[in-house]
């Protein structure tokens, strides 16, 4: 089957930098996939690694490495916005397999 | 425009009986996806339509659960003799189509099972 597996908490300051990571045990992936989620919100879609190596979009960027398993988020220059759960995701066929979620608290 | 809309927000039912769950996508959007996300958990596939086909039903839990998409557009996820395990937020995203890498979601629908 198919896992995904993230820290299911993790605190930071504003202004900081954080990395939250991703181990799967899922093969025959198209790619892996960062949501973000706030209390009570619909989930939004961050960022999507098709091939090995980093992807930024502003103060978010994304790594994959398929020979290690493993993928993560890293979110700069962290504000109070940023607190929300956020989801890895690999993409089997047409739909999207998650993780557990890592809650990010962000304190001033 | 206009997100993907589900409706209703909020259904609260009776052990035993049958619900259904609506889903608007995005206009012109082809593919559409049912998810369920249970109390501080991920998310949960269920079903997946491309067009009005669904190539993906595999997570759906049991044959209490049936989804149809007409016309290419609206869906609804029908739970038959409902389960207090049902209670969940059911989740509904659209995309461009299942090869697009952005599902865009719904505000979902919070289900309780008295």
């Known amino acids: 089957g198919q896992s995904l597996e993230q820290p299911s908490e993790v605190t930071a300051v504003e202004g900081a930098i954080v990395q939250i990571n991703c181990t799967y045990q899922t093969s025959g992936f198209y790619g892996l996939s960062w949501y973000q989620q706030h209390d009570g919100g619909a989930p939004t879609f961050l960022s999507y690694?098709?091939?090995?190596g980093l992807e930024e979009t502003g103060r978010f960027s994304s790594f994959l490495s398929r020979s290690d398993s493993y993928g993560y988020l890293l979110l700069q220059e962290l504000q109070m916005k940023d607190s929300a759960s956020y989801f890895c995701?690999?993409?089997?066929?047409?739909?999207?397999?998650f993780g557990q979620g890592t809650e990010l608290s962000v304190k001033p | 425009g206009a997100g993907v809309s589900q409706s209703p927000s909020n259904k609260v039912t009776e052990k035993g009986k049958d619900v259904e769950l609506r889903c608007d996508p995005i206009s012109g959007h082809t593919a559409l996806y049912w998810y369920r996300q249970s109390l501080g958990q991920g998310l949960e596939f269920l079903i997946y339509f491309q067009g009005n086909s669904a190539p993906d039903k595999s997570g759906l839990p049991s044959d209490r659960f049936s989804a149809e998409r007409t016309g290419g557009s609206v869906s609804t996820l029908t739970i038959q003799r409902t389960q207090q395990e049902d209670s969940a937020v059911y989740l509904c995203?659209?995309?461009?189509?299942?090869?697009?890498?952005?599902?865009?979601f719904g505000p979902g629908t919070r289900l309780t099972v008295l």
């Open positions: 995203a659209s995309s461009l189509d299942a090869r697009d890498n952005e599902q865009f």
């Open positions: 690694n098709a091939l090995d």
């Open positions: 995701a690999v993409t089997l066929g047409g739909k999207l397999i």
